[in-house]
């Protein structure tokens, strides 16, 4: 079986695994939607708009952590007879490239649902439509292999649902950072011309962290 294949059957049995677990999918949904209520209901946007430096952290506050809870799962939940069982049929390269482009469409399913709730509840004031979802695909791409590769670090350790937390946040800063300048400046109106070396940059951290993922994967998964 070629590489492309075994790729896509790994995405496969993720996609199944998720639909036997529909409880996981719907509670990060019910997640989503509980706290853009609640952002609803402690600023009191019944009588008033908030301003964009808060829409925009709320917004990616919300994201993160749905993304954090939505990844931690990719390699907590495997077994070590799972895992030996994948060893033996195909390269952890493919299972970490096939892991992290399901998380990658997860998150955008999340992140989808996110703008469109929270535009619907708390107000839409973005003014450059295309520069906000390049930057909130490439940003929830960051989110997605970065929180992939900690999470397998984290199933190597004990108390591992803590230390993916931990691990986490230092690990995911540099691409918070670059999308919420990004999504700020798409909110004031900033054109392509002035936000494309900024989103070069996004993107040649998602290189780099995709990168460093399918290299040192191997040497984890072999531990």
């Given at each position: 079986m070629s590489g492309l294949n075994q790729i896509l059957t790994l995405i496969e049995r993720e996609v199944k695994m998720e639909w036997r677990q529909k409880y996981a999918i719907n509670g990060l949904?019910?997640?989503v939607g509980a706290t853009v209520f609640i952002c609803y209901l402690s600023f009191h946007l019944q009588s008033g708009a908030i301003n964009i430096?808060?829409?925009n952290a709320l917004?990616?506050?919300?994201?993160?952590?749905a993304g954090i809870n939505a990844v931690a799962k990719s390699f907590l939940q495997e077994s070590e007879g799972r895992n030996l069982y994948w060893y033996q049929l195909t390269?952890?390269?493919?299972?970490?490239?096939?892991?992290g482009i399901y998380n990658t469409f997860l998150l955008l399913l999340l992140g989808i649902v996110c703008l469109g709730f929270y535009s619907?509840?708390?107000?839409n004031p973005i003014e450059h439509y295309g520069v906000f979802l390049t930057t909130l695909f490439l940003g929830l791409c960051g989110f997605s292999f970065t929180l992939t590769?900690?999470?397998g670090i984290a199933a190597k350790a004990n108390n591992s649902?803590?230390?993916?937390?931990?691990?986490s946040f230092p690990v995911i800063i540099p691409v918070l950072l670059m999308a919420l300048?990004?999504?700020?400046?798409?909110?004031?109106?900033?054109?392509?011309?002035a936000s494309a070396p900024h989103l070069l940059t996004l993107l040649a951290i998602n290189v780099i962290v995709g990168a460093m993922s399918v290299i040192l994967f191997p040497y984890l998964w072999r531990s």
């Open positions: 949904l019910l997640y430096p808060t829409w917004f990616w506050i919300i994201l993160l952590f390269s952890p390269e493919y299972i970490i490239i096939a892991k619907m509840v708390i107000g590769m900690v999470s649902g803590t230390l993916m937390a931990i691990l300048k990004l999504s700020k400046g798409a909110l004031l109106g900033v054109g392509w011309e």
